[in-house]
C-alpha cells in the first residue's frame, strides 16, 4: 500500500495553495477550554502544514490568519491573538529560515499593533533570500478591503496622468491589489465544514478548485492535507473550455 504522500504526483503539484484555517474556537469548546487555547493549537497546525508544504515543494502557501471583520471579535480575544502573533514570528523564524521559507504578507498591515507590524517587517527581510516555498500570511485582510484599495491606488495614478482608463485591464488590477507578484491560488482548502469563502481572495480564486473539509484546523493533520491535494489532482480543470480541449 503506497502512502498518501506517494500517491501524490510530483508533476502536478498546484503551485499555490490557500487555507481559510476555520474551527480553533470549536475546538477549544469541544475540549471544555477557552477559545484562546484553539488558537495556540492551531498555531501548530500551521507550522506542521507549511513544513509539509516546502517539504513536498509547493511555491506558494496563503494561510487567512486575520480578517478584516476578526477586528469586530470580543477584545481580549483581538488582543490574544496578536500576542499569539507577535510569539510565533519570533519563535518561528528559525523554522523558516530552516526550511527555506520566505515569508510574505497581504492585508491592511497598518491596522496592526506596532510591534507586530515591526516583527513581520524584520521576519520579512530576514527570510527574503529563501529560495524555497513562500509563506503568505493574510493579515487584517479582505477581499473587498483589497479590491476598494485598488480602485483608490488606480484612481491616483490615474489622476497623476500615470494610467489611463483604456490601459487599465486585468493585468493592471491584478498588479494593484495586495497580491501583486503572487500568482493565483490553484487549490482553496477550508476547514470547519463551512461552505463559504469569507471575504477571502475573491478575485484571486477565479478559477481555484475548491476543497472543505469538516476537521476544525487544530486537528487538521499532514496527512490531511496530502488527501486535499489528491483530491485536488483527481480534478479535471477546464478554464471555460471543453473537456476533449484540455485533454
Ligand atoms: C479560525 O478559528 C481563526 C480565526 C478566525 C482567527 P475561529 O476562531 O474562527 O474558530 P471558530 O470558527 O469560532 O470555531
Ligand atoms: C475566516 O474565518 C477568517 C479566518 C480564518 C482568518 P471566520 O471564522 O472569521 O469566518 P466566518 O465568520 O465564519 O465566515
Ligand atoms: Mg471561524
Redesign the pocket.
Known amino acids: 500500500m503506497q502512502s498518501l504522500k506517494q500517491q501524490i504526483a510530483q508533476a502536478n503539484l498546484p503551485k499555490h495553495i490557500a487555507i ?3 474551527g480553533n474556537g470549536r475546538w477549544a469548546k469541544r475540549q471544555g477550554l477557552a477559545r484562546v487555547f484553539g488558537h495556540k493549537q492551531g498555531v501548530q497546525t500551521v507550522h506542521n502544514i507549511t513544513e509539509a508544504a516546502a517539504e513536498l515543494g509547493i511555491r506558494y502557501l496563503t494561510l ?4 478584516t ?2 477586528w469586530n471579535r470580543p477584545k481580549e480575544e483581538v488582543d490574544a491573538l496578536m500576542t499569539l502573533l507577535v510569539d510565533t514570528i519570533a519563535l518561528e523564524t528559525p523554522t523558516l529560515m530552516n526550511n527555506n521559507v520566505r515569508l510574505l504578507t497581504i492585508g491592511d498591515l497598518s491596522r496592526l499593533p506596532e510591534n507586530a507590524r515591526r516583527k513581520f517587517i524584520d521576519c520579512i527581510a530576514q527570510t527574503a533570500g529563501n529560495t524555497g516555498l513562500s509563506l503568505v500570511l ?1 493579515l487584517s485582510y479582505s477581499s473587498r478591503w483589497e479590491i476598494t484599495d485598488m480602485a483608490r491606488r488606480i484612481a491616483r495614478e490615474a489622476a497623476k496622468g500615470r494610467l489611463t482608463a483604456e490601459n487599465i485591464d486585468e493585468s493592471t488590477v491584478s498588479a494593484y491589489l495586495t497580491t501583486a507578484g503572487i500568482p493565483d491560488p490553484d487549490l482553496l482548502i477550508r476547514t470547519s465544514g ?1 461552505l ?1 469563502i ?1 471575504n ?1 481572495l475573491l478575485w484571486q480564486l477565479a478559477y481555484a478548485e475548491l476543497y472543505f473539509t469538516d476537521r476544525l484546523w487544530p486537528e487538521f493533520s499532514v496527512e490531511d492535507f496530502y488527501t486535499a491535494i489528491i483530491d485536488y489532482q483527481h480534478r479535471e480543470r477546464r478554464f471555460g473550455k471543453t473537456s476533449e480541449q484540455v485533454n
Open positions: 481559510i484555517m476555520d487567512y490568519a486575520f480578517s471583520e476578526n493574510a463551512e463559504r469569507s477571502f
